[in-house]
């Protein structure tokens, strides 16, 4: 049985003020003797900031390279103050990134863009899958055509049809 | 909290003098996909690969491929960079569950972890961030370290941080921590060099000083890493502990004293982002595996000579 945490009030001071610049650093963060913390403070802010930003923009490269990267990291920064992540898998994060996008009042002339990022979702979903045994052609012959049930990732990148033209042009 | 029916967290300091460069003496690099042809081409003697732990918890594909290539050829280390230990929240079951399968797949030659927290109140914030020593810690710590290694069945080494900011409420100071923390849960300690220089700048302490009352005796890896330099609110150097460029001198000049100190030990090269070429990260390693040569046979003149 863990112990309860009366005194362990550090993380709760330190931590709101990594994803939110007008909060200061909390009082029980000190440094040498007459040196202050602000820039100190601020090394833990632009980290925590950074790599969190770096993580959609891992998740989906093609939205980046076609929003350019400033409209793509201010969409990423919004995000991510709107939704941290909340588990430490970060290939796991930004699945509602694409209905974010939906949202953002600057990617609306780009009205293909949230299915754009859709696909790329699904693509790292595949790359992480579970690997399964190889079809065989002849396993293939012997599936009557009616009951052919394509794999749920793949049949979501083809259903998005067009869109899938525009990830390959900006995909790796 | 000390189990003393586990076993060590790596085998042993050899007694006598390896020459032959045993697990003692390997030097490795962080692992990159980008490597991975490279390194299969033009590999390390007496080498072993570090990747963290995240990175391979997806259920399958091409970087599970990649890391079983690795594995086939080399040891491995498995470094969690989020198990946020140092959190004063429970630890996140589903993810230590993962980090137990992980180690159970690769059976890695090291498992580490650090001493720092990642998560709270629901958020991941993907940094390790730094916390008070006190007793009220110290616990938190310690359960923590005792339910990891309860669960992959074998000690982890605990990584020393590095810091850019104290704690008011601190009531000790790291290594007497760090060495409280070993005396109860039986772990051992992966010493980053890199971390106490970085640290021993910021905070304007010596390093040698810090290295004095580290629990030497328990280190059973190494880290070395490049850093970067800011300036502080006084316009003085704030060093950044930022694995993207070479291992700067002072740090090498640190690592060859511990190494005449404590004799060989496994030692990793971390370089994460800005990443050169095989050849120099693989340079770097060889010239860690040379300074504990030398050590070594320093060592042996000196016992002939006694």
Known sequence: MLSENPSCGYATTFAPGLTDPSIKAPEDV?????????KRYNVYRNNVTVSLIDAPAAVYPAIQRITGFGLFRAMARFHVRATPPTSPLLFEYGRDFPAFIETYEYARE????ADTARIERAWLDAYHAADLPVLAAEALAEI???SFDIQ???AGMLSAGAFTGVHVQHGD | MNDSTRTTAVCEPSRSHDTTGGAQGAAGTS???EHLAAILAHGLKHGFFEVHAENYMGAGGPPHRALAAVREAYPLSVHGV?????APSALDLTHLARFRELVMRYEPMLVSEHLAWSSHGGTFFNDLLPLPYTQ???VHVCEHIDQVQDAIKRPILLENPSTYVAFASSTMSETEFIRAVVQRTGCGLLLDVNNVFVSATNHGFSAEA?????PLEHVGEIHLAGHSEQRDDEDEPLLIDSHDCAISDSVWSLYRDLVARIGPRPTLVEWDSNLPAWSVLRAQAQSAQQIMREGVLLAVEASRAV
Not at chain 1, 30 to 38: C, E, H, L, S, T
Request: a neutral charge; glycine letters at 8%.
């Open chain 1, 110 to 113: 780009m009205p293909w863009l």
């Open chain 2, 31 to 33: 692992f990159k996909h």
């Open chain 2, 210 to 214: 810090y290295l004095d009352g580290f």
């Open chain 1, 30 to 38: 000190v440094a040498a003797p007459g040196k202050r913390v602000v």
């Open chain 2, 82 to 86: 989020c198990m946020s230990i140092g």
């Open chain 1, 152 to 154: 749920a990732n793949l």
């Open chain 1, 144 to 146: 009557e055509a009616p």
């Open chain 2, 136 to 138: 009220e810690t110290l």
